[in-house]
């Protein structure tokens, strides 16, 4: 890929300078002590071309061959993927603990749902009715369904999903099932039976090649450690090598069970699936409506956003209630105040509601909605980068709705009456609106148009956010801390040694510093709930010009940081301690790459 050669290139311009110091010297022929050498040949031994091109080769297999993405989206064209795994690869060359945390998550969601679908399973067995699943049901296939590798795709959904009012028209016929998706299907006794060797086959590396990067990546430690035993230098190239070579080690222990660059989920088309697919889709983002020629925000940074797509939709979910038949022709409920506050919250009974002929979805009124908004609060424990401004857009045609709105309902309805264990833990609201009892759902992310790579409320977890973002930025810290281990290595001049350790250390202070920030929100709430304002565009414009520029230059002077680390890893070869190309005689016994 494109970072690749740019490496590469920096090697052989490298590799035809015109140094100042020796440039004759071959690897029989490096003299003791601290001398300073530029290129040196290496016929028979460590020269700087094998010193380049093992780190490279390393490097290369640590960022792009340890990198697991999840199934792309449906129709992806051949750039769309060739810049998202650009990205990818730019993310881990630059901040390889990204990359760490990503798979860290992942696996933490598919532990989580593997814990749930075992659970899921003995409740059935010990059913009055026991359903013995035909397979075993492993890491691999809970992996496999956090990447997205599981889709509805049901002919009878095709005139559901698309409303005339909506101007999104190109609403997907494929569902995408989340992790928190596949939990509620294995909870309603719906588990896919795929045999562990069907997944495995989606995967384009087996042990055996995920094994050959880890000894090549522990050899180049190995060399490392080595040299530090021999009091030998270590070039600050090697140092960048040595911190990818650890996230590598992370990245295939948290990815080991997880297939890599599948391009196609397993597709369900069970059409008795369909009123359970549909209750996913409402009660998912990708049901919610935005206008993207009319994104209301109230702030600068919600209106960037907005256009990056990096907003969040309001689910339908959070906009409809189900409540008793119409009191009048035309198949609308009557549209009344909140009768009191107390009422809010009421014992109604679902079950009777449902068993309902009349009951129905509607358009929830707008006093109904302010009073749910006003209700809602912001999910318990969520990690600040798992938050996403929420653009607001008022429907077109106010209360009005389609034959496709009420074909849909009417399949979630149904799915609310076939399987009764969705109804547990799903009310987010009860109350009386003029006297008619008026029942909202919670909404949650379970299908999705693609599963993404970056961890968002997709995912499963049962840690508090604050965990999760600590977890975040400590492996920032920890990175810069590796760095930091290169101090007192040679550089060719005294401000690229400055610079190395001004760099090293601004990445460890910000890992350290919002570690701290975190710790802190987490103890006084009115600091969370500034943020949470500011997110939200509900400061005044100084608060957000002030606190906007602040956290824009701290970003980028951290970009920075990093680009230099890894910038000066590759141009600081051109003059280095003549130790750097002594080997410890021991290492020769070995074979290697």
Sequence with gaps: MQPRFALLSCFFVLCHANFDLATNLTADS??????????????????????????????????????????????????????LNVRWIVTGIYAPE???????????????????????????????????????????????????????ELASLDGVMFNPIDPITDRPRRLTLTARGMAVLAKCGQLPSIRKEDIEDKSKANDLAKATVIIQATWMLIQVIGRLASKLSVTPLEVNTV???????????????????????????AEELGPLAAFMYSSSEMSGYVNPKQVKSQTIIKT?????????????????????????????????????PGACNIDLDLFQLLRDPTSKFYHAPQACISELQASREKEQGTAFFERRPRI?????????????????????????????????????????????????????????????????????????????????????????????????EHFPTAAETWLWRASALYIGFCGGLWVVLN?????????????????????????????????FLCGFS???ARMFIVVESVISIRELPASAYQTPEWIDLFPHF
């Design 30 to 83: 490096i003299p003791n002590g601290t001398q300073l050498v530029g290129y040196v040949q290496d016929p028979n031994g460590r020269g700087t071309a094998t010193l380049v091109l093992s780190s490279l080769l390393t490097l290369i297999l640590c960022v792009w061959s340890a990198l697991h993405l999840n199934v792309p989206r449906r129709n992806q064209t051949k750039l769309q993927e060739l810049w």
């Design 98 to 152: 990204l990359v760490v945390f990503t798979a860290w998550r992942q696996w933490c969601s598919a532990r989580l749902l593997q814990q749930l679908v075992e659970q899921s399973l003995k409740d059935s067995e010990s059913s009055p009715q026991p359903e013995k699943y035909p397979t075993q049901w492993t890491m691999a296939h809970s992996f496999f369904a956090c990447t997205g590798g599981f889709a509805f």
């Design 243 to 269: 911190a990818h070579v650890l996230c590598a080690f992370l990245m295939y222990l948290f990815w080991w069970n997880k297939p890599l660059l599948p391009n196609e989920p397993i597709i369900l088309d």
């Design 304 to 340: 960037l956003l907005a256009h990056l797509n990096l907003y969040s939709k309001t689910p339908e979910f959070e906009t409809i209630c189900l409540r008793p038949g119409a009191s009048e022709a035309g198949d609308k409920p009557a549209v009344c105040s909140i009768s009191t």
């Design 392 to 488: 607001v857009v008022e429907r077109e045609g106010g209360d009005d709705f389609s034959i496709i709105d009420t074909d849909r309902w009417s399949l979630v309805k149904k799915a609310l009456q076939t399987y009764p264990m969705l109804c547990e833990d799903r009310i987010s609201m009860t109350h009386y609106v003029g006297g008619t009892p008026c029942i909202h759902f919670k909404a949650e992310q379970l299908v999705a148009d693609q599963v993404q790579n970056w961890p968002s409320n997709d995912l499963l977890r049962n840690v508090d956010g604050l965990v999760v973002d600590m977890v975040l930025w400590l492996a920032n810290l920890c990175y810069g801390g590796i760095h930091l281990a290169g101090w007192n």
């Design 519 to 551: 710790f802190v929100v987490a103890r006084i709430p009115a600091l969370n709930e500034f943020w949470e304002r500011w997110m939200d565009g509900e400061k005044t414009w100084w608060h957000n010009l002030g606190l906007g520029a602040l956290v």
């Design 558 to 560: 951290l970009i920075l």
